[in-house]
């Protein structure tokens, strides 16, 4: 069965201050995977793919299949980054669903 | 403005009652989604639906359950056999399945608690 695994509840960090939120997923395939992002009195919504390879708001994500993870970095925290942040994984064509991890919430301190 | 529209924000209802929550979407999406995200749960599936008239179990449908009359609406009846309904209720589409192409949309979300 496939699971993700965000092993911290919340990460506080200093503004300026690199980020790092940590996902770690388990699929026997080649998944795809996502972060997705609520911000406070926001829906959810999709920040990033890794097949996308991009960077979006300073955020980027490598997939490491070695290590099954797909941490979520960017190098310089920001005030607005505060947010609850969920890593999604998609295993594969037909299965209409994405598995998410529990999320993390960030706390960027001024 | 275009997206999913879910209604109503907050509802409560009595032990024993049933109560749906409706879905809307004009994204001309195939594909509809109810999660539940409880604190510190994540997202957890209840069912999808690819197309109209058609609709799967996901993780957690016991206690719940949905049609797909209409492209567009995708309304979800929380039965008095879900024996832990007070939860956050996220509506989502996307236009095919959640392959790499078609990214999935999520609606405000309902506050539903059993009192």
């Known amino acids: 069965a496939q699971r993700v695994t965000q092993p911290e509840k919340l990460l506080s960090v200093f503004k300026g201050a690199p980020v790092e939120l940590k996902c770690n997923y388990s699929?026997?395939?080649?998944?795809?995977l996502f972060w997705y992002v609520q911000y406070s009195r926001q829906r959810l919504q999709l920040l990033l793919r890794?097949?996308s390879r991009e960077s979006i708001k300073g955020f980027t994500a490598d997939l490491n299949k070695g290590e099954t993870s797909f941490h979520l970095k960017k190098p310089f925290a920001q005030e607005e980054d505060s947010a609850m942040y969920y890593c999604?994984?998609?295993?594969?064509?037909?299965?209409?669903?994405?598995?998410f991890g529990k999320g993390t919430k960030l706390s960027v301190i001024p | 403005d275009g997206g999913i529209t879910q209604s109503p924000k907050y509802l409560f209802r009595k032990e024993g009652q049933n109560v749906t929550l409706s879905c809307e979407q004009n994204?001309?999406?195939?594909?509809m989604y109810w999660y539940r995200q409880d604190p510190g749960q994540g997202l957890r599936l209840i069912y999808y639906?690819?197309?109209?008239?058609?609709?799967q179990k996901g993780d957690i449908a016991e206690g719940y359950s949905v049609s797909r009359e209409k492209k567009e609406s995708f309304p979800l009846t929380v039965t008095s056999a879900q024996k832990n309904p007070t939860a956050f209720y996220l509506c989502?589409?996307?236009?095919?399945?959640?392959?790499?192409?078609?990214?999935?949309?999520f609606g405000e979300g309902s506050w539903l608690t059993v009192v």
């Open positions: 989502a589409s996307s236009m095919g399945d959640t392959n790499s192409g078609n990214t999935i949309y």
């Open positions: 699929y026997s395939g080649s998944p795809e």
């Open positions: 890794h097949i």
């Open positions: 999604a994984l998609y295993s594969g064509a037909g299965s209409y669903q994405l598995t």
């Open positions: 994204l001309n999406h195939d594909a």
């Open positions: 639906s690819q197309i109209v008239n058609d609709f």
